[in-house]
């Protein structure tokens, strides 16, 4: 059941880094729009978001759960030495979440909206930036449980090149799923032409961001490029992922949206393979090289055991529900935005 | 500011702003329903209208409770990390089972909020009342939780380690029950008169009145008729908690010395150093009476357990006060109301009746507060009963002062949006749906 509890977790933070990902790069690509089509690229964004949009974040919930009740060691670790980026990308879940509804749902339209959507776009950028900067400080091997000083237990852990560049990886990756997100949500040739262009420009975005994360790994010791190639599922991985990332802009040109959907998505799914496989069941490196482990630190049997069933009969009534809404909304979107 | 106070007041203020949304969260889809039921029953296009406000408020609720609760799940680490891995694999199964009602209850609400016109008019309404059942699961299952720390259960506490668990065991906890129990028809009484409240005064300032007073017939019924069943719910908690947590009854009651024929104390400010209450009305044995049935048996007071394990007297009397105080005028407003109904229909339009009902708008959340407060202060100085303190459990990182800082200036800056966002909505009602025309 162990493994089917951590097959949940890997799952979740996929979905959440998918779908919650896209949610955070429609507001930065609403950020990189040029006013006059900002209208526009809002209203698209309502129609293709708005239905989904609490579902997506309830990954993240998952996430949380499955840590402290599976894996309660490693829970408690992450909020005490990554307290500091958890509560900043915190603040920007709560002001993400609530400006994107109050917009929506503000009864007059007047310049509350202009504030409403400041705090959107801002938060849609530090959220993500913060959730990559957590996930790098946790492999980092900068979390240091034998620190003397507030800055190298508290700071020093989260704040580095690494970390801070796994952040900026995560914002281009958010926002290169958001545009190839909407491009089919759109009807109108000259609408959809401007998420291509923004979508290759995410996605150069996110392979520079990418390369700066691998220089980034080599000047702090962090043996990134052993995980990613050191094995054959990493370098399968990596080779699959450089194969659709090529397919992918051969179908941008044609404008060929579920195929590019697809891609995009099965890009992420083997980034994030090829970054975990070889380090995992080791979810937080610490300084020193020790590590805190899914196998070895999980928690007793019988709680696993329970999480696992609860997951389990979980899905069977979250999947098909969530897949239906889904599919209702996305078989009229179009329609409607013609 | 000291670490330790910073960290309980921004966990209090956490608690306490996400209730309020929670309570909303979970209730007003049973209102919305109702409505919605009698808009595709009558065709009354008044109804529609109703169910359509609701529906905005409650979408702005919804997406502030979840952000605020999304945050709790967290916060419960940041600030209590000691706590949340040795209890985290305990009482996690009504987390877990929580994350798929509360999934369900989002998916649940993207169909209802958007699915106007695209559904089965009646697929479309299944869809509100799921949002509703799942909000009320949600809610029952973090009350469990909360149950299991005050009366924890599931495994054995040997020499520090926490040994044999049962998550089933623990989230059927001695106090799962009774907690879940007042804190749903809490829900509906506070969510309800504030409701009510709300539509009573619009009716008083004579806006949209016809809107408004079949908006207020429907949530006054269920605030009513919540009031009612209250007390006997408070009653079957107070006798669950003077037997599994008699330092806490004694606390709310501010109880100090063990004895026979002990008097239920009403008002008062106790005074915990001499260990007396002044200014108290005292009905004599009334709480020997009120726990046991019998106005001579004995009842323990804070007499019994050591200095460091008593909660704060002050806080959990003055709370439990306010409480029970603001709980009785509730249900003798709902008693009165549903008599007004039943014999004279007229009075319903009648000011005096409206501005009671005006006042008695943030009574149920007041009162909501207030218990949370007993039941919380009342469990110090343990986190889990009996078995860690929270001083214990606090995070060692310093400077949590700042962190409540910031908590408090966000939490205060949503409130001020999120009341002038519902002002606006209700000030705009006349003009959204002022023509009888359901479709817009």
Not at chain 1, 305 to 332: E, T
Request: aromatic content about 16%; some cysteine; glycine content about 8%.
């Amino acid at each position: 059941m162990l493994y089917v509890v951590i097959f949940y977790l890997w799952v979740a933070i996929l979905f959440y880094l998918l779908f919650a990902g896209a949610d955070f790069g429609a507001g930065i690509i609403e950020l990189l729009t040029s006013k006059k089509n900002r209208n526009k690229t809002k209203r698209t964004m309502y129609r293709a978001i708005g239905p989904i949009w609490e579902a997506n974040h309830m990954w993240l919930i998952i996430t949380v759960v499955i840590l402290f009740v599976g894996f309660p060691k490693i829970y408690s670790a992450m909020s005490v030495y990554l307290h500091i980026p958890l509560t900043i990308m915190l603040f920007g879940i709560i002001a993400r979440g609530t400006a994107f509804t109050f917009r929506h749902y503000d009864a007059v339209e007047d310049e509350m909206q202009l504030l409403y959507s400041r705090i959107f776009e801002l938060s849609s950028f530090v959220t993500p930036l913060f959730l990559g900067i957590i996930a790098g400080s946790s492999v980092s091997g900068h979390i240091d449980p034998n620190a003397n000083t507030f800055v190298d237990a508290y700071i020093y852990s989260w704040l580095n090149w690494f970390s801070v560049a796994v952040g900026l990886f995560t914002v281009a990756i958010c926002g290169f799923l958001a545009a190839i997100y909407l491009i089919g949500e759109v009807a109108d040739e000259h609408e959809k032409s401007r998420f291509i262009q923004k979508a290759k420009m995410m996605n150069i975005a996110a392979v520079i961001c990418g390369s700066i994360v691998f220089m980034a790994a080599y000047a702090e010791n962090i043996p990134l490029a052993d995980w990613m190639f050191g094995n054959t599922v990493g370098i399968s991985a990596i080779s699959a992922a450089t194969v659709s990332l090529i397919l992918l802009w051969y179908f941008l040109y044609k404008g060929k949206t579920r195929i590019l959907r697809v891609l995009a998505g099965f890009q992420v799914l083997m980034i994030l393979g090829a970054a975990t496989f070889r380090h995992l069941p080791n979810i937080i490196i610490l300084k020193g090289g020790s590590y805190l482990s899914l196998i070895e630190h999980s928690g007793q049997e019988k709680a696993i055991n329970a999480l696992g069933w609860a997951l389990l009969i979980g899905s069977v009534f979250i999947l098909p529900a969530l897949f239906y809404l889904i599919y209702s909304f996305q078989k009229n979107s179009v329609r409607a935005s013609l | 500011m000291d670490d330790f106070i910073a960290a309980r007041s921004q966990m209090a203020l956490s608690l306490g702003f996400h209730i309020i949304f929670s309570c909303i969260g979970m209730v007003m889809p049973f209102f919305m329903a109702t409505s919605h039921y009698l808009w595709l029953r009558t065709k009354n296009p008044v109804y529609i209208n109703i169910t359509k406000a609701w529906s905005k408020g409650v979408a702005i609720f919804f997406a502030t409770g979840a952000v605020s609760g999304t945050v709790l799940s967290f916060e419960l680490g940041l600030l209590w990390p000691k706590f949340m891995e040795h209890a985290g694999p305990i009482f996690g199964m009504p987390f877990s089972l929580e994350g798929t009602a509360f999934f369900i209850e989002a998916i649940a609400l993207g169909f209802f909020l958007y699915g106007w016109n695209r559904f089965h008019p009646w697929f479309h309404w299944f869809t509100g009342i799921v949002v509703g059942v799942s909000g009320l699961a949600s809610g029952i299952l973090v009350v469990s939780a909360n149950g299991w720390m005050n009366s924890p259960s599931g495994f054995d506490y040997l020499n520090g380690q926490y040994l044999n668990i049962d998550p089933i065991k623990a989230l059927f906890n001695d106090a799962w029950f009774s907690q879940a129990l007042h804190m749903s028809i809490a829900a509906f009484v506070a969510t309800g008169f504030a409701v009510a409240g709300i539509h009573a005064y619009m009716i008083l300032r004579k806006r949209d009145v016809r809107f408004h007073l079949t908006a207020f017939k429907i949530a006054v019924v269920y605030a009513s008729i919540a009031a009612i069943l209250q007390p006997l719910s408070g009653d079957h908690s107070a006798k669950d908690v003077a037997h599994r947590q008699p330092a806490k009854l004694a606390a709310m009651e501010a109880h100090f010395k063990t004895g026979k024929r002990v008097p239920l104390i009403i008002g008062g400010l106790p005074d915990a150093q001499n260990e007396k209450v002044d200014y108290a009305i005292e009905i004599p044995g009334g709480l020997s009476f009120m726990i046991n049935g019998d106005w001579n048996s004995e009842i323990k007071g804070l007499d019994q357990f050591a200095e460091q394990d008593r909660p704060p007297v002050l806080i959990t009397h003055i709370a439990f006060q306010i409480m029970v105080g603001l709980g009785m005028f509730m249900m003798l407003l709902g008693i009165f109301y549903l008599f007004v109904v039943w014999k004279k229909k007229r009075w319903i339009e009648q000011k005096w009746l409206l501005w009671l009902f005006t006042a008695a708008t943030p009574m149920g959340f007041i009162a909501v507060e207030a218990g949370w407060t007993v039941t919380e202060v009342g469990r110090q100085p343990w986190i889990i009963y009996g078995i860690m303190r929270t001083a214990d459990a606090v995070t060692p990182m310093p400077g949590i002062a700042y962190s409540f800082y910031l908590y408090t200036a966000v939490y205060i800056s949503l409130s001020v949006i999120v009341t002038f966002l519902l002002y606006r909505q209700i000030k705009m009602v006349g003009k959204l749906y002022g023509t009888s025309d359901a479709n817009t």
